[in-house]
């Protein structure tokens, strides 16, 4: 197999792992991927479905479906498919992030901070924590706590402060 060959097959994930697929789950997840940029959704749900039965619950699968489900806005799914895939692939992190945001969605922001707060440390490191607190907080009407989670998140990672701005959960901060 040439260089080529293996690059076209291995997929990266949120950790950088990369994951040799069979031809036919490559070549599935690039073309979903292709779908999601273009924002034709059900096209890409229908390629990950096109994969094989056995791998389905292959990590990356999981990844792209919970991926699509959070565009069609199809939370309690994609709740569910993150829990299922942290069950699974206890190493892969997205899983958590993806929970808590579908959580927060569906207005459960006390399970979703849990989720968050039950986190690896990898995630305090990149302030994601500290900005989807802030969003939960927000919602809640505690804008001081949420003030002090937004600061939090920006002094980790300074590139929030620009989603900050236009968050809608972050508005009443801002006013």
Same mark, same amino acid.
């Given at each position: 197999?040439?260089?080529?060959?293996?690059?076209?097959?291995?997929?990266?994930?949120?950790?950088?792992?990369?994951?040799?697929?069979?031809?036919?789950?490559?070549?599935?997840? !690039?073309? #979903?991927?292709?779908?999601?940029? $273009?924002? =034709?959704?059900?096209? &890409?749900?229908?390629?990950?479905?096109?994969? *094989? +039965?056995?791998?389905?619950?292959?990590?990356?699968?999981?990844?792209?479906?919970?991926?699509?489900?959070?565009?069609?806005?199809?939370?309690?799914?994609?709740?569910?498919?993150?829990?299922?895939?942290?069950?699974?692939?206890?190493?892969?992190?997205?899983?958590?992030? !993806?929970? #808590?945001?579908?959580?927060?969605? $569906?207005? =459960?922001?006390?399970? &979703?901070?849990?989720?968050?707060?039950?986190? *690896? +440390?990898?995630?305090?490191?990149?302030?994601?924590?500290?900005?989807?607190?802030?969003?939960?907080?927000?919602?809640?009407?505690?804008?001081?706590?949420?003030?002090?989670?937004?600061?939090?998140?920006?002094?980790?990672?300074?590139?929030?402060?620009?989603?900050?701005?236009?968050?809608?959960?972050?508005?009443?901060?801002?006013?």
């Amino acid at each position: 197999m040439t260089d080529a060959k293996i690059f076209a097959n291995t997929m990266l994930t949120l950790t950088n792992n990369t994951k040799q697929h069979p031809d036919g789950t490559c070549r599935a997840l !690039q073309a #979903a991927e292709g779908y999601v940029f $273009l924002g =034709l959704y059900n096209e &890409a749900l229908a390629e990950v479905a096109s994969i *094989p +039965e056995g791998e389905q619950d292959d990590c990356d699968v999981l990844i792209a479906r919970i991926r699509i489900m959070l565009h069609l806005k199809r939370w309690k799914k994609a709740a569910q498919l993150s829990a299922r895939g942290a069950a699974l692939h206890d190493s892969e992190d997205e899983f958590t992030v !993806q929970r #808590a945001f579908a959580l927060h969605q $569906l207005n =459960l922001g006390a399970q &979703a901070a849990r989720v968050l707060l039950d986190a *690896p +440390e990898w995630i305090r490191r990149t302030g994601i924590l500290h900005y989807n607190l802030a969003c939960y907080e927000a919602r809640w009407g505690n804008l001081t706590v949420a003030r002090q989670c937004v600061q939090a998140a920006i002094q980790i990672n300074s590139a929030i402060k620009k989603n900050a701005k236009i968050d809608p959960d972050l508005a009443e901060l801002w006013n």
